[in-house]
């Protein structure tokens, strides 16, 4: 499984465009890229999926150059309830995956 | 729709006593299950998951076992608490066949005492 990493902590005030990068050098050939986000004392929630070039939808855009070793989740607009923890996840489709969380990136976004 | 059922939502045991949390899934067929556990403040750590019924793998050494006794029914267990089983209990599913969108319960806070 190709291992993610991300920044552990971000900070943005209202209304900004918040971008967090996440870095998955080993991505296979299969893997697909997934984004999550997590509210305190709730289970994450999906927010979008990607395999290459840029995937949107009505809570973000998905970012992926060519050579797949990053991705960069993108939020328009930010507001005080985007708080939370996002995490990125790699993996191939197919029963087999194992659906493993890092750390996630935890996003204050102030008034 | 698929819905996923996590029960209880908050739970107090003393240490030593055993632990059950089940987890339903309805709207699907032979999904996969996950449990999870979050301790305050940390990232999501992978449990167990499971395939199909009575396929159970597990992560983490522990005193913390799963079942699968129906195609969408997951149980976590324990036979003795420790104070350090104390978390965010957190179950989920996928299908199979897409690839990593998956759905989590509300959760099981629990708290050894």
């Known amino acids: 499984l190709a291992k993610t990493t991300q920044p552990i902590s971000m900070d943005s005030y209202e209304g900004q465009e918040v971008n967090i990068t996440c870095s998955h050098n080993?991505?296979?050939?299969?893997?697909?890229i997934t984004w999550y986000q997590q509210f305190p004392s709730q289970g994450p929630r999906f927010i979008i999926q990607?395999?290459?070039t840029k995937v949107t939808n009505e809570v973000a855009s998905l970012f992926i150059p060519a050579d797949r070793k990053s991705s960069t989740l993108s939020l328009p607009r930010v507001s005080l309830s985007d708080t939370a923890v996002y995490y990125c996840?790699?993996?191939?489709?197919?029963?087999?995956?194992?659906?493993?969380f890092g750390s996630g990136t935890r996003l204050l976004v102030r008034p | 729709s698929q819905t996923i059922h996590q029960w209880p939502a908050t739970l107090v045991q003393p240490v030593g006593s055993p632990l059950s949390l089940e987890c339903t899934v309805e709207?699907?067929?032979?999904?996969?299950l996950y449990w999870y556990r979050q301790a305050a403040g940390r990232g999501l750590q992978l449990l167990f998951y499971?395939?199909?019924?009575?396929?159970i793998s597990s992560e983490v050494p522990q005193n913390l076992s799963a079942s699968r006794p129906q195609d969408r029914q997951f149980i976590l267990s324990s036979k003795k608490l420790l104070l350090s089983d104390s978390g965010f209990y957190l179950c989920?599913?996928?299908?199979?066949?897409?690839?990593?969108?998956?759905?989590f319960g509300q959760g099981t806070r629990l708290t050894v005492v």
């Open positions: 989920a599913w996928k299908t199979g066949l897409t690839g990593t969108e998956a759905f």
């Open positions: 080993n991505i296979a050939t299969n893997d697909y």
């Open positions: 990607g395999y290459k």
């Open positions: 996840l790699v993996g191939p489709v197919g029963s087999s995956y194992k659906l493993i």
């Open positions: 709207g699907t067929s032979n999904p996969n």
């Open positions: 499971s395939v199909g019924i009575g396929q």
